[in-house]
C-alpha cells in the first residue's frame, strides 16, 4: 500500500525491530485486537442466536451460515462506539478509522482488487459481513494480471 501510493518508501522502514514490533504487539495485544476480538464474538453469538430460533427457515439458515451480513451498517457503526466506550476507559480506537480511510483511498483509485484483505476486514467491520468471511481476503493477486504488464505505481501515487 505504501510504497504503491507515495514515492520514496523503503522496505528497510518495515523490517527494522520497531516496524516488526508494534505489528506483533498490536496483532496480539492491542487496542485494536482486543475490540475486534469482541466484535467479532458478538456478531457470532448473535448468529448463533439467530439460527437457534430460525432453524425451519432455510434461507435465514443459509445466509447465517456465512453467506449474507449478519448486520447492517448502522449495527455495525454502534457495536463499535459501544465496544470502545466499555473497553478503552476513554481512549479511542483507531483501526476502525485507519480502515475506513485506507479503503476509501483503494476504492476511489480502483485498486481493491489488489487489497482482498482490506476489503475484506472493511466489509465485515463496516458493512456486516460475516466474520467467518474473513478467509475471502487471504488469497494469492496477481498483480501484472498474467500478461506481464506491471502494475503502473506511477499512476497512483499521491502527489504529497
Not at 439458515?61 to 457495536?79: E, I, R
Amino acid at each position: 500500500f505504501c510504497k504503491l501510493l507515495l514515492n520514496g518508501v523503503e522496505d528497510d522502514t518495515f523490517w527494522q525491530s520497531c516496524g516488526i514490533a508494534d505489528l506483533i504487539t498490536t496483532c496480539y495485544s492491542g487496542r485494536n485486537y482486543k475490540c475486534s476480538k469482541i466484535f467479532g464474538y458478538e456478531q457470532r453469538r448473535q448468529q448463533e442466536q439467530e439460527q437457534q430460533h430460525q432453524e425451519q427457515d432455510f434461507s435465514t439458515t443459509a445466509a447465517l451460515n456465512g453467506g449474507g451480513a449478519v448486520w447492517d451498517p448502522s449495527k455495525c457503526k454502534s457495536q463499535w462506539s459501544r465496544i470502545e466506550s466499555s473497553l478503552l476507559n476513554g481512549q479511542k480506537l483507531q483501526g476502525t478509522l485507519t480502515c475506513q480511510e485506507v479503503y476509501l483511498i483503494l476504492s476511489s483509485r480502483n485498486l481493491l482488487r489488489y487489497f482482498p484483505l482490506m476489503k475484506v476486514i472493511y466489509e465485515i467491520a463496516f458493512e456486516g459481513k460475516h466474520v467467518n468471511r474473513i478467509v475471502d481476503g487471504i488469497v494469492f493477486v496477481d498483480y501484472d494480471g498474467g500478461n506481464g504488464s506491471q502494475l503502473d505505481h506511477s499512476r497512483h501515487r499521491s502527489r504529497l
